[in-house]
């Protein structure tokens, strides 16, 4: 109970009440927010911790590759996120269907 007040009174957005009862927030901006603040209090406490544990601890890396069929040229990107995306659509409708789906290929 502590951790919903304390999230609250920093974010009051998810303290928002409809007819008495909280109403329902993003679990995405949550769950940003949430990462921001324990890495701003990780910076923060003077600890040697390394400035980037919250990336360690929840990271995921992801590399882009592009490939050039035409002139066999290739180039890859990679980028740390704190979350995946899966979009729901008429042919995904759970998770893993989504995941799967998360390999697109370009041709140029």
């Known amino acids: 109970m502590q951790f919903w007040m304390l999230l609250r009174k920093k974010y009051p957005q998810f303290g928002q009440l409809h007819n008495g009862v909280f109403m329902q927030q993003d679990a995405e901006e949550c769950w940003t927010q949430l990462l921001y603040t324990l890495s701003q209090s990780l910076k923060t406490t003077g600890s040697s ?7 360690a601890l929840f990271g995921i ?4 590759r592009v490939h050039c069929q035409e002139s066999g040229e290739e180039s890859s990107e990679t980028e740390s996120v704190y979350s995946l995306k899966c979009h729901i659509s008429q042919e995904v409708n759970h998770l893993h269907e989504g995941l799967k789906h998360v390999s697109i290929v370009i041709q140029l």
């Open 61 to 64: 890396e992801l590399v882009s």
């Open 49 to 55: 911790e390394n400035p980037d544990t919250v990336k």
